[in-house]
C-alpha cells in the first residue's frame, strides 16, 4: 500500500495548565516563552519544517492568545513599520493564508478526546499530533526525524524515549517488539501504568504520526487512566492492524509541563543564543559556585 503523505498536524492546546498557576491563570501555558519564543511556536517551527502544511489547534476557553500569536498584529506592524524598526521576529509567527485551523475543545475529557476534535479536519489522511509541553531540540527536529521513518515504515510512529522506573507512572509505556536501530515495534501501550507494573521504561513522548482510523477508534474509547479519553487506548487498539513503531529521537527533551524541566530549557536555550549566552554562562557559574 503507498504511503500516504503527511500534511497536516494536531496541536491539543485547551489542556488547563495547573501546574504552572498563577503563571497561567491568564494566560495559556502553550505562550510561556522558552528565552524568547513561546512554546507553541517552537513546535509550530518543528511542524513547518517536517513539511506540514496545515496546523490545527483544539483550544479552550482563555486560549485565544494563541489564535492572536499567529495572525498578522496590525497595529503593531503598523507602529513597527512607522518607527523603522524591523518586523522580521513578527513575521516568523505568520503561518500562511489557510494554513490554521482552530477547533474548540468544550470540556477538558482528555487527550485522546482533544485530537477526535479534529477529526472533519483530519478527514481521511494520516496526521502528526503535536505536544508543545514536550520541547524537542534536535537537528533535524524530532517530528522530521519520525518523518523519515514514516516514509519508511508507514502506518503509526510516535516518539519513545527511556525514563527512570520511578517515573514510568507518568506517561504512555510500550511493550517492546524487536529493536532495528533507532526504531522499535510496538507490541502493546498502557497509559500511565500503576507503580511495579509498568511493561517496560519506554515511555510516549508527545509526537505523534497517526493513520486515520484511530479517529474512527476514539469515536468509541471509553475514559481509561485519570477518568480521560486517552490516546494511548485507542492507539493500542490500531497494534496488529497495521504497521507501529517507536522512534528514539537523537536530540533532547525537556519536560515543560515541569517546572525544573523548564527552567531547564531556558538555561539550555539561553546557552546556545549568542547575544545573551555569555553573559548567562558567567552568572550561572558564579551562582553555582
Ligand atoms: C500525555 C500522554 C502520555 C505521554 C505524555 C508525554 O500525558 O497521555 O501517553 O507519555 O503526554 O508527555 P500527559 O503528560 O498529558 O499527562
Redesign the pocket.
Known sequence: MAIKPLRKAVFPVG?LGTRFLPATKAVPKEMLPVVDRPLIQYAVDEAIEAGIEQMIFVTGRGKSAIEDHFDIAYELEATMSARGKSLKLLEQTRLAPGAVAYVRQQEPM???HAVWCARDIIGDEPFAVL?A??FMVGEPGCLKQMVAAYEKTGGNIICAQEVPDDMTH????ITPGTRDGALTEVKG?V??PAAGTSPSNL????RYILQPEVMRILETQGKG??G?I???DAMARMIGDQPFHGLTFQGKRY?C?DKAGYMTANLAVALTRPEIAETVRIFAVDLLK
Not at 170 to 173: A, N, P
Not at 203 to 206: P, Q, R, S
Open positions: 489542556g482528555g487527550l485522546g505536544l509541553d514536550d507518568m506517561y504512555g509505556v501501550l497509559e500511565k515511555a510516549v513522548i508527545g487512566a485519570g480521560e486517552q490516546l494511548t519536560d509541563g
